[in-house]
């Protein structure tokens, strides 16, 4: 992918977790680029198309999507808590409305990248809790397949759930929970003082 091309991707992934695939024309794109709608067709030859480059974006080379933040060379509670960190980012400017768009306008594309972030995520955290049991920092007298699952499980509604009002949390909020309800479950009391230490280094 050349330059420009990265470019229009980038900052059309920024304005679609924004605010959305359906609420984002293509003149909104174009001028969000600093470019003409007709210089915009010489890289995208759609809004499918240029939906379709920023999902291959997300998992090739975004920094802030949760799966995407790499483990080497960190215990696995560093390692989950620079996920944690991550993730608080990512959904600071995460809009459901990108979720529901691309799930109603292009249901294809959708399933597809649901695929690919079910199968990222479970192999992170897979990989996670095995490192962490194996260091002292997660118990192990748990069935990891099914944690791990549940975990994932409870991610994706976090994406599409409609059981909180805009009003009542912000996702960066539930986010927040969700990861300590997972942590404080598969934790050793040595896990659970090493979070914690980090924790209060961020409050």
Not at 95 to 101: G, Q, T
Not at 176 to 200: C, M, P, S, V, W
């Amino acid at each position: 992918m050349n330059e420009k091309l990265q470019d229009i991707v980038d900052k059309s992934c920024k304005l679609f977790t924004k605010f959305g695939i359906k609420s984002i024309s293509m003149d909104d794109i174009a001028k969000g680029c600093g470019i003409s709608k007709k210089t915009l067709y010489e890289y995208i030859k759609d809004k499918r198309e240029l939906v379709e480059y920023v999902l291959q974006g997300e998992f090739s080379h975004s920094s802030h999507a949760p799966h995407a933040v790499g483990m080497e060379n960190l215990n696995a509670v560093d390692a989950l808590f620079k996920v944690y960190q991550s993730a608080i980012e990512f959904f600071k400017d995460f809009n459901l409305s990108m979720e529901y768009d691309l799930e109603k306008y292009y249901p294809d594309l959708y399933i597809q990248a649901k695929g690919k972030r079910r199968k990222r995520l479970y192999q992170k955290l897979l990989l996670n809790i095995e490192q962490g049991q194996k260091e002292g920092a997660y118990r192990s007298n748990f069935n990891i397949d099914i944690i791990v699952k549940l975990h994932v499980l409870k991610i994706e509604t976090l994406l599409m759930t409609d059981i909180f009002d805009d009003d009542d949390y912000s996702s960066v909020e539930i986010f927040k929970e969700l990861f300590l309800y997972h942590f404080y479950a598969i934790a050793t009391e040595d896990g659970r003082i090493a979070l914690e230490q980090k924790l209060n280094e961020i409050n």
